[in-house]
């Protein structure tokens, strides 16, 4: 069995934003050697409810700790006015499987796009129409990326990839874990601005 790497994020996890360019950090530095899998967690499900104004208040005071925990992390806080937020992931999870149908590298294309229109240009990922309108920049087939979205199946394996991640003990976002070479899983812990203490421990691991 070879080494595998583990990440499991949800692309509107405002800490997985924060997290990424230590993320990519630690995948340029990885063995040749170690393979990486990228799994959903599935944050919010769906829910056509605007967000109470608590939740607004309080979504928006992470994103403020979070800028200050991880310098260089921007936030567009025109989000918040310029939307109606809804506390749902779920459109967005089924639209990376969606991308990646058309592609592994759709995959990560698609979560950077997700996130690059949610915390930099104030666009709503919860919303169907964002999304497609996400997949015909990056270059894919938005009809069929709009069918792939709706369909019962692309559901059906976010839903399987989110019990896959609970039974890695996983349950929120970001996450990583190394299964070595005899199949044994180790959680990593997390050091959103210094990529090389992970890389230690997952070189341990």
């Known amino acids: ?20 360019p230590t993320r990519r950090a630690i995948l340029a530095a990885l063995p040749d050697d170690m ?31 979070i800028a200050t925990m991880i310098p260089g992390t921007r936030f567009n806080f025109d989000f918040w006015t310029n ?7 779920y459109p967005a999870n089924r639209a990376v499987i969606a991308a990646r149908l058309q592609g592994e590298a759709n995959d990560p294309a698609m979560t950077a796009a997700i996130q690059r229109a949610y915390y930099l240009e104030a666009r709503n ?34 839903l399987d990839e989110i019990a896959q991640a609970r039974a890695m003990g996983i349950d929120s976002f970001p996450s990583m874990a190394v299964i070595d070479d005899h199949g044994a899983l180790r959680h990593i812990g997390l050091a959103y601005a210094n990529p090389e203490a992970m890389l230690r421990e997952i070189e341990a691991a």
């Open 35 to 65: 393979a990486v899998r990228r799994l959903l967690g599935g944050l919010a499900p769906d829910s056509t409810v605007p967000m109470p104004e608590a939740m607004r208040a309080g979504l928006q005071q992470t994103w403020q700790r």
């Open 83 to 89: 939307n109606t937020p809804r506390r749902s992931t």
């Open 125 to 158: 990922p919860s919303d169907d129409s964002t999304l497609i309108e996400l997949a015909g920049e990056i270059g894919l087939d938005s009809g069929r990326f709009g069918a792939d979205l709706a369909a019962e199946s692309t559901h059906a394996v976010l």
């Open 1 to 20: 069995m070879s080494k595998t790497l583990i990440y499991v994020h949800d692309p509107m996890c405002s800490w997985c934003w924060g997290f990424e």
